[in-house]
């Protein structure tokens, strides 16, 4: 089993910054792929960023390509999404999720992940 839990979500302008965290814990969380992935209002959850159990691997959706960096800390086992330049568009409740995969797989799938934090609100004003 791993636990989740994110924090450092809430209410910025537009053209703002935001930090999101997510601490883990449990069996082998530093194996584990992690992921950001965000659903708003009447919409389908999707896939913001992914990082590999190393951190060398990340993928990113092209919607947030270039202003959203994900990292991960493996000594205080927490990932991070560092969020710039923010858009209304990107208002949405972001959860972190983990899931066992090796290295280079892309596994942007909700579906492909079996630990999910309780999410966290990030609200972009225009």
């Known amino acids: 089993q791993v636990q989740l839990v994110e924090s450092g979500g809430g209410l910025v302008q537009a053209g703002g910054s935001l930090r999101l965290s997510c601490a883990a814990s449990?069996?082998?969380?530093?194996?584990?792929?992690l992921i950001w992935l965000r659903q708003a209002p009447g919409k389908e959850r999707e896939f913001v960023a992914t990082?590999?159990?190393?951190?060398?691997?990340?993928y990113y959706a092209e919607s947030v390509k270039g202003r959203f960096t994900i990292s991960r800390d493996n000594a205080k086992n927490t990932v991070y999404l560092q969020m710039n330049s923010l858009k209304p568009e990107d208002t949405a409740v972001y959860y972190c999720?983990?899931?066992?995969?090796?290295?280079?797989?892309?596994?942007?799938?909700?579906?492909?992940?079996?630990?999910w934090g309780q999410g966290t609100q990030v609200t972009v004003s225009s």
């Open positions: 999720a983990a899931g066992y995969h090796r290295e280079s797989y892309y596994a942007s799938r909700p579906r492909e992940y079996d630990y």
């Open positions: 449990g069996r082998a969380v530093n194996s584990v792929t």
């Open positions: 990082i590999s159990w190393s951190g060398v691997t990340t």
